[in-house]
């Protein structure tokens, strides 16, 4: 099928890529002409495991190509994928005007029937605005549907290529075949098709990401309870979720969640809310908590020096907001970083892959190291902010003997407070009964 999508973001060059794969041919669109320019050369501009791969493959057997001529991509595919930034506004709701400009352009040069998709996550009503908006600009036949995307960063072509479930709204039996037939590789194993109306689909991604955002607050704030009545939250954690009814996933307390989903997403279906004249109380401590769980980690670092951290050297393993990823929006780590950066600390950082992110960020303000047993040499402390799997099993004996006091806030929870203590080490999880000091 020829298919085309709009934005080479983290969205759109993996649903780009991916729909090549299985045979379909595919332009992907984006105004950056800097970023085409390396995409056509086969080098990805997000780090996501697996990705480079099947970019360089499709390019290679020219079932994908990259263009800044949209009116090219919409003549040349029956169905036109939107994978467009809608950053947060001041007051949490979703950006528009990229998507809606591309649909008034759309409607402009479309010359026969179109299926135009939403894969961003938009606020309910947005596929209505997308159809008026077209509607005014063509006299072809198009339909406009919902599909929104549920891809976890770092494990993202995995979760295209084999969905747990496919969300199509569309009113349209035309579209609908269409898609269906799109999406047919990638649920041969049975996972569902799930259809509904546009606004409901649209509801669905809010929905999915605000209860995993429920998720991890609520654990956070057990695991504070925990803290103070001497329970641990790493056992809490399994006997919960031993109940099938609540699951194990996300249950693991830390320093709170990050990324550009959660927090956008959590405060987009907020402000919709709010906008329809209901106040939505959960979410709204969902992300007070979010933000109050990072300040609390920061309080726990200065408490251990008698709160004065001034000329403390801090070494921060971990930058991006989770592992397997270089992507650092609203990571942990930053918010930890310029709190302790204020109190008069010296910054020493190390991540697997976010260097280079991690630099335009924060520029000469920290001191960065390729090496993770470098950045802890000289150390008063070491935070473990991402759980990368590199830092999982490191030389605490070596460790030991390049900090200046071996002292370890561990942010996710992923080491073994008694083993820390067997080592010499003074520890801090989260929730946990701190084990060394």
Same mark, same amino acid.
């Given at each position: 099928?020829?298919?085309?999508v709009?934005?080479?973001?983290y969205?759109?060059?993996?649903?780009?890529?991916?729909?090549a794969?299985?045979?379909?041919?595919v332009?992907?669109?984006?105004?950056?002409e800097?970023?085409?320019?390396?995409?056509?050369?086969?080098?990805s501009?997000i780090?996501? !495991?697996g990705?480079?791969?099947?970019l360089?493959?499709?390019?290679?057997? @020219?079932?994908l @190509? /990259?263009?800044? &001529?949209? !009116?090219?991509?919409?003549?040349?595919?029956?169905?036109i994928? =939107?994978?467009l930034?809608?950053?947060p506004?001041?007051?949490g709701?979703a $950006?528009?005007?990229?998507?809606? $400009?591309?649909? +008034?352009?759309?409607g402009?040069?479309?010359?026969g029937?179109?299926?135009?998709?939403?894969?961003?996550?938009?606020?309910v009503?947005?596929?209505?605005?997308?159809?008026?908006?077209?509607?005014?600009?063509?006299t072809?036949?198009?339909?406009?549907?919902?599909?929104?995307e549920?891809?976890?960063?770092?494990?993202?072509?995995n979760?295209?290529?084999?969905?747990?479930?496919? #969300?199509?709204g %569309?009113?349209?039996?035309?579209?609908?075949?269409?898609? @269906?037939?799109?999406?047919?590789?990638?649920?041969? %194993?049975g996972?569902p098709?799930? =259809?509904?109306?546009?606004?409901?689909?649209?509801? %669905?991604?809010y929905?999915?990401?605000?209860?995993?955002?429920?998720?991890?607050?609520?654990m956070?704030e057990l695991?504070?309870?925990?803290?103070?009545?001497?329970? &641990?939250i &790493?056992s809490?954690?399994?006997g919960?979720?031993?109940? !099938?009814?609540? *699951? !194990? @996933?996300?249950?693991?307390?830390?320093?709170?969640?990050? *990324?550009?989903?959660?927090? +956008?997403?959590?405060?987009?279906?907020?402000n919709?809310s709010?906008s329809n004249?209901?106040? /939505?109380?959960?979410?709204?401590?969902?992300?007070e908590?979010?933000?109050?769980?990072?300040?609390?980690?920061?309080?726990?670092i200065v408490?251990? /020096?008698?709160?004065?951290?001034?000329?403390?050297?801090?070494?921060?393993w971990?930058?991006?907001f +989770?592992?397997?990823?270089d $992507?650092?929006?609203?990571?942990?780590?930053?918010?930890?970083?310029?709190?302790?950066?204020?109190?008069g600390?010296?910054?020493?950082?190390?991540?697997p892959?976010?260097?280079?992110e991690?630099?335009?960020?924060?520029g000469?303000?920290?001191?960065?190291?390729?090496?993770?047993?470098?950045? #802890?040499?000289?150390?008063d402390?070491l935070?473990?902010?991402?759980?990368?799997?590199?830092?999982?099993?490191?030389?605490?004996?070596r460790?030991?003997?390049?900090?200046k006091t071996?002292?370890?806030f561990?942010?996710?929870?992923?080491? $073994?407070?008694?083993?820390?203590?067997?080592k010499? /080490?003074?520890?801090?999880?989260? *929730?946990?009964?701190r084990?060394?000091?």
């Open positions: 099928m020829k298919l085309s709009i934005g080479t973001g969205v759109g060059l993996v649903v780009g890529t991916c729909l794969e299985t045979g379909n041919d332009i992907c669109v984006d105004v950056d800097r970023k085409l320019e390396l995409l056509k050369k086969g080098i501009p780090y996501e !495991p990705l480079t791969d099947l360089r493959k499709n390019l290679h057997e @020219q079932r @190509q /990259f263009t800044t &001529d949209l !009116p090219y991509a919409v003549k040349n595919s029956e169905v994928f =939107l994978a930034p809608t950053p506004a001041e007051d709701s $950006d528009l005007q990229h998507v809606l $400009d591309v649909a +008034k352009n759309i402009r040069v479309m010359d029937y179109k299926v135009i998709v939403n894969k961003s996550t938009v606020p009503g947005t596929a209505e605005r997308v159809r008026a908006l077209i509607a005014v600009e063509t072809h036949e198009f339909d406009v549907v919902s599909n929104p549920f891809l976890k960063e770092g494990a993202a072509v979760d295209f290529m084999k969905p747990d479930r496919v #969300v199509i %569309t009113r349209s039996p035309r579209a609908l075949a269409l898609m @269906q037939d799109i999406s047919a590789p990638f649920i041969r %194993t996972n098709v799930i =259809l509904m109306d546009e606004r409901s689909a649209e509801v %669905t991604k929905a999915s990401n605000a209860f995993l955002a429920t998720k991890i607050s609520f956070n695991a504070n309870v925990c803290e103070k009545v001497g329970a &641990d &790493d809490v954690r399994k919960m979720g031993s109940d !099938p009814r609540i *699951g !194990p @996933q996300f249950l693991f307390a830390g320093i709170g969640y990050g *990324g550009s989903c959660f927090p +956008k997403d959590v405060r987009a279906l907020l919709t709010a004249g209901y106040s /939505f109380k959960v979410l709204a401590s969902v992300d908590v979010n933000k109050s769980q990072r300040e609390r980690f920061v309080e726990k408490t251990h /020096f008698n709160g004065n951290v001034k000329g403390k050297t801090i070494t921060i971990g930058l991006s +989770k592992p397997n990823t $992507d650092m929006r609203e990571a942990p780590a930053l918010t930890i970083i310029e709190r302790l950066l204020a109190a600390a010296r910054i020493h950082a190390h991540d892959v976010g260097m280079e991690g630099k335009k960020r924060l000469t303000t920290v001191t960065f190291f390729d090496n993770n047993y470098e950045a #802890v040499t000289g150390a402390a935070v473990v902010a991402t759980e990368w799997n590199e830092f999982r099993r490191p030389d605490f004996d460790m030991r003997t390049l900090m071996p002292v370890l561990d942010g996710r929870n992923i080491y $073994d407070p008694a083993r820390l203590a067997e010499g /080490f003074v520890y801090y999880g989260i *929730g946990r009964n084990a060394g000091s």
